[in-house]
């Protein structure tokens, strides 16, 4: 029972580092200063960083010791979330994202059709 846990528990890790990944993309792709750092081929850490503007930063790490969110503004830490409500957070950090993209892409046709 043990090993199938620990083996679920990389799989769950690899999905969230190749999100995290993703999601650096995205907000790069959308302006906003985004990375997200792996350690080696496996995938089983990453350190998530983007600015939101205005000294706003959030830091997500993931690895098999833990998940941990912090949210810092003029470095100086405003919120930090560990294991299920780090995820939680991250995922209206995701919803924002798309949400903006939304509206982006709805104005753009918007302007297109004027």
Avoid: P
């Avoid at 907000?27 to 998530?48: H, I, K, P, V, W």
């Avoid at 830490?77 to 299920?84: P, V």
């Amino acid at each position: 029972m043990f090993l199938r846990l620990a083996h679920q528990h990389r799989q769950f890790v690899q999905d969230l580092v190749m999100n995290l990944q993703a999601l650096a993309i995205v907000l790069e792709r959308s302006g906003y200063l985004a990375s997200c750092y792996t350690c080696g081929d496996q995938m089983n850490s990453a350190s998530f960083m983007v600015s939101l503007g205005d000294s706003h930063l959030i830091r997500f790490l993931v690895s098999d010791y833990g998940i941990t969110w912090t949210e810092m503004r003029d470095d100086r830490e405003l919120m930090k979330l560990e294991g299920a409500e780090a995820i939680n957070q991250l995922q209206e950090l995701a919803n924002l994202v798309k949400q903006s993209m939304q509206t982006s892409t709805s104005n753009k046709t918007l302007a297109k059709k004027s």
